[in-house]
């Protein structure tokens, strides 16, 4: 599915967020609390736009490393990279979030944007970010989530439930045949994706809840801020340093 939207990716997401995205992984970034020389990994990068971020946060001597598991997306984050020129340039491979391929203390932050609400089990995909990561290092989750309070939340549901399917429908009729998956030879449309979408945030845990996630993992000071007139999260804790 997500190699299948790779090249309305990004189009779609500045229609759906009035171009504010950007703003939210800049927010996102600074959780991280990275600077330059800071080795950083983006765990399920898409088309790469946090890792950008970050790359800019870390530059110069700095590294930071893009993980995704659809090859679609990847190739559009390094297109990005390439067009993007000077500064620490992100390096783009190929990862599963649940078994994630480096070492423990790899890196002294890691980050998902708008990644978490995908994995197949959320509990080992934020234990596995902090594996990778050195003790007294940060993870970060920036992730949609459900506003409560009127009238935001009357505009949330129209707009997730009706108006970005539509969305997802008119990228899909103006775009090529759907493909088949590899695995179950069932065809995935674009359509789907933007359906697939407002019902990931629905099974999605609260910010109470994903708070109380990454405590069970073991990360200290964990805190978050709710933006977007409760539309965005922003987690963030900090792996805890082992005393002698």
């Not at 997500?2 to 990716?9: L, S």
């Not at 674009?190 to 629905?202: E, G």
């Amino acid at each position: 599915m997500f190699d299948r939207i790779a090249g309305v990716y990004d189009l779609m997401n500045t229609a759906m967020t009035a171009g504010l995205h950007h703003r939210w992984r800049a927010r996102a970034a600074d959780e991280a609390r990275v600077a330059p020389g800071s080795r950083v990994l983006d765990v399920a990068t898409g088309t790469g736009d946090l890792a950008l971020e970050l790359a800019r946060r870390v530059s110069p001597g700095g590294e930071v490393v893009g993980s995704d598991f659809a090859e679609g997306m990847l190739d559009r984050a390094r297109a990005k990279t390439d067009a993007n020129g000077a500064g620490v340039r992100p390096r783009f491979e190929w990862g599963d979030a649940l078994e994630l391929p480096y070492a423990d203390d790899s890196f002294d932050a890691a980050t998902v944007g708008f990644g978490a609400r995908n994995f197949d089990d959320l509990a080992a995909g934020l234990a596995e970010m902090v594996r990778v990561v050195a003790p007294g290092g940060r993870v970060v989750v920036l992730e949609i989530t459900t506003p409560t309070r009127p009238p935001l939340s009357l505009f949330y549901r129209v707009w997730f439930d009706r108006v970005v399917p539509a969305l997802g429908r008119l990228a899909g009729a103006a775009s090529s045949r759907p493909s088949r998956s590899r695995d179950s030879g069932a065809q995935v449309t674009i359509a789907d994706a933007y359906t697939y979408l407002p019902n990931s945030v629905k099974r999605f845990p609260s910010p109470e809840g994903l708070a109380a996630e990454m405590e069970r993992v073991g990360l200290l000071e964990i805190r978050y801020l709710i933006t977007a007139g409760g539309i965005v999260a922003i987690h963030a804790g900090t792996v805890p340093v082992v005393q002698a």
